[in-house]
């Protein structure tokens, strides 16, 4: 809800006018009501607001995250609230790990995404703002951990973990996962402003530095593929990933991530940019199983209505 103008827009609609200072002093229920007494517009300006942040920046001369080549996106109205984007993008000369070292990776992840509070003073009001995670019902609802992996691990530099060539034995399994879990549990207790460093909070905890980046390896890639961990201080630990100059653009929650292989591309697109809503699949099989014999024609009237039906779109 940091975009005073789709507010403005809506309000305006209604026949009253809100400054700058008038919709910042609005409270989240009073913005609410807003954008729910208009969600086509609110869409609609979303989407206005996509098609110029793409045009202008992500593929203007800026090139904030690289030279764009191609991208593909999709809309989600989650749980028919407000529009938000999932996309992929392919950047011109980006280094993969299957022909360039880790090293050539991590900077070109350095380059252009960070998570780390900037010394630009608006730059990190906005991302204490919009991109710090804090734990809620709906981040632990299928449990007492956080499904979004929040407090994330700090490290001193980030790096790109490979799957071990040798199987980690189970006597290392569980010294990893204990030293794991003692770390999570202290940075969970710590409040998000700690300016504790890493090496002391390690050495609080008696373990190596270097035995804690093992298990970090061992955790991120005990599934067999590559992963990325950012560097990122204790009070950078609840800060999602972000493009600075895209941050300032686009004045909203980014998640901007560098795809380690062809098999996490495919994970999102299957998860993600191509994820139909709940039920309409099993809505329209099921109308072309039990409907009453009739011409094609008729047959695409009832399964088009049956579609819009159960369409989500934004409900505020």
Known sequence: MNWKDTIQVIATQNGVKLTDEQVVNLTWEQKSTWLRSNPVTDARHF?????LFMSTLVLGKSKPIGDVQDYK???EFQQRGSPHAHMLLWVKHAPSLSQNSTD????????????SLPDDHDLATLVKTVQCHRHSATCRKHGT???FSFPRPPLEETRVFLPPIEETNKSNQTIYSAIL???H?????????SDIALQSLLGELKIPQQLYVKALQWIKTKHGQPAVLLKRNITECFINNYNPISMKAWQANLDLQYATNVYACIIYVASYISK???TVGDVLKSVCKNSAPQGPKKMMETVSKKFLSHREVSAQ
């Open 47 to 51: 989407d206005h607001r996509l098609q």
């Open 145 to 147: 951990k956080c499904r």
């Open 73 to 75: 996106y999709s809309i």
């Open 276 to 278: 139909p809503e709940k």
């Open 181 to 183: 879990t003692s770390v």
């Open 104 to 115: 050539k990776v991590s900077a070109f992840i350095d380059k252009y995404i960070s998570c």
């Open 185 to 193: 549990e202290k940075l969970d207790e710590l409040p998000q402003d």
